[in-house]
């Protein structure tokens, strides 16, 4: 009798400790994929809007020659081959605008070439 209580007194307290250190863990947002094509001397689209705490990807295809893309701010970089493809995953944590710029020269418009990020709440 007294080993059958221990037992159960045992098995209890380890039920007990396994509920209490059970925590239940908030299912993360799956990511939002946005296809970014890039081509001489422009991103299509070349603004998107965002929102804060969203998980994002962004796919970026190059459609003539190499291209790339930095954000200063976001601390964000890809390169892009020649017909080839690259992406970007991030989940914006700060509102704001923000601007990236080919990084990689590509022609006479090179400079001009930006994407917008819009993050909004």
Known sequence: MKTRFLLTTFVAALLLLALGTAHPTAAEPAPRHIDILAKRFSYEPAEVTLKRGQ???????????????????????????KGGTGSLSFTPTQTGDFVGHCSVFCGSGHGGMTLTFHVVE
């Not at 190059?62 to 081959?81: C, M, P, R, W, Y």
Request: proline letters at 4%.
């Open 55 to 81: 998980p994002v990807v962004i796919g970026l295809k190059s459609t003539d020659v190499a291209h790339g893309i930095h954000f200063k701010e976001l601390n964000l970089q890809a390169k892009i081959d």
